[in-house]
C-alpha cells in the first residue's frame, strides 16, 4: 500500500503492525448510559491504554474529554452513529457527527454503525456511503459496525448473512469490519474466507464462554481481533483484561487469515 494518509493512520490502528487489532468501543454512553463516572472516565481511558489496547472508540463530544496525553499510544476512533435504549425503533441508527469533525478531534479513524435488515437499512446504507466518500477526501479509516439486525433477520448470527454484511462493507467502500461471531463458530472461518477485509468480532455482553475463549475462538476461526467494550469497562481491573486480550491478540500465534475465495460466497 502506497504511503498515504489513510495508509499511516490504518498502521496506527495496530500499534505493533502485525494486522491484529484490540478496539475498545466506549460509545455505550450514548446508547445505554455511562460506562465510568464523570471523574473515572480519564482513569478508564488510562487503564485501556496502560493495557495496550489498539484504539477506543468513542463519540465526538467524549473525545474533546480525554487529555491528550493518554493518546499518545492509543488511537482513536470517533463514532458518527447514534441511537438509544428508549428510541421507539432503537436498530434506527442516525449520522450525529461528520468526517471532518473527526479529523479535527484528531481522529486515526471514523465507525458508523448500520443494521442490515432493520426498517431504516436504505437510510443507513446512503449515510455509510456518504461517510466512506467523505473518508477518501479526508485520508481516514472507516470501521464499519455492521450486523444482521431487524424485525427480517431471524439469526443475527448466520454465516450466510454475516458474509454478506461484511461484503456490503466492502462494496461501499469501508476499511476494517467490525460483526458478531457466526453460529456455530467453526463457521466464522467461512465468513472471513468471504469478507476482502479484515474483520474483527464484537466482543458482546453475554455469551457462554470466557472472555479470553470467546477471543481465542474468533482468533482462530481467522479474524483479525475483536472489539470488546462492556466486558472490559465492567470488569474489576479494566487493565488487566485489556493486557490479557493484547497478549491473545499480538502475541499469540493464530493460523494466518484464509485468502478470501470469490466462490466462497456461493458456497456459504
Known amino acids: 500500500m502506497p504511503l498515504t494518509g489513510k495508509s499511516v493512520r490504518l498502521a496506527r490502528l495496530s500499534r505493533p503492525g502485525d494486522g491484529r487489532f484490540l478496539f475498545v468501543p466506549l460509545d455505550h454512553s450514548v ?10 472516565f480519564a482513569e478508564l481511558v488510562t487503564d485501556i491504554a496502560a493495557g495496550g489496547a489498539d484504539a477506543i472508540v468513542v463519540h465526538k463530544g467524549r473525545a474533546r474529554m480525554i487529555p491528550p496525553q493518554l493518546m499518545a499510544s492509543c488511537s482513536l476512533v470517533v463514532h458518527l452513529s447514534a441511537s438509544t435504549a428508549h428510541a421507539p425503533d432503537t436498530n434506527a441508527k442516525v449520522l450525529v457527527g461528520d468526517v471532518e469533525e473527526a479529523v479535527r478531534l484528531g481522529a486515526d ?15 443507513q446504507l446512503t449515510d455509510l456511503g456518504t461517510v466512506a466518500s467523505a473518508c477518501e477526501r ?61 474483520i474483527v468480532v464484537a466482543g458482546g455482553g453475554s455469551t457462554d464462554q470466557s472472555l479470553f475463549e470467546f477471543a481465542a475462538t474468533a482468533l482462530e476461526a481467522g479474524c483479525s481481533g475483536l472489539a470488546v467494550g462492556r466486558r472490559v469497562f465492567t470488569s474489576p481491573s479494566p487493565e488487566k483484561a485489556v493486557r490479557e486480550l493484547t497478549s491473545l491478540i499480538h502475541d499469540q500465534k493464530f493460523p494466518p487469515v484464509p485468502t478470501p475465495r470469490p466462490e466462497m460466497a456461493g458456497a456459504l
Do not use: W
Request: net charge negative.
Open 31 to 40: 446508547s445505554d448510559g455511562p460506562v465510568a463516572s464523570a471523574a473515572g
Open 109 to 123: 479513524a471514523v465507525s458508523v454503525h448500520v443494521n442490515i435488515g432493520s426498517d431504516t437499512e436504505a437510510a
Open 138 to 198: 479526508f485520508g481516514i479509516p472507516l470501521m464499519a459496525m455492521i450486523y444482521p439486525r431487524g424485525p427480517r433477520v431471524s439469526d443475527p448470527q448466520d454465516p450466510t448473512l454475516l458474509a454478506h454484511v461484511a461484503n456490503i462493507a466492502a462494496d461501499l467502500g469501508v476499511d476494517i469490519v467490525k460483526t458478531v461471531l457466526a453460529s456455530p463458530p467453526e463457521r466464522m472461518a467461512e465468513v472471513v474466507a468471504a469478507s476482502p477485509l479484515p
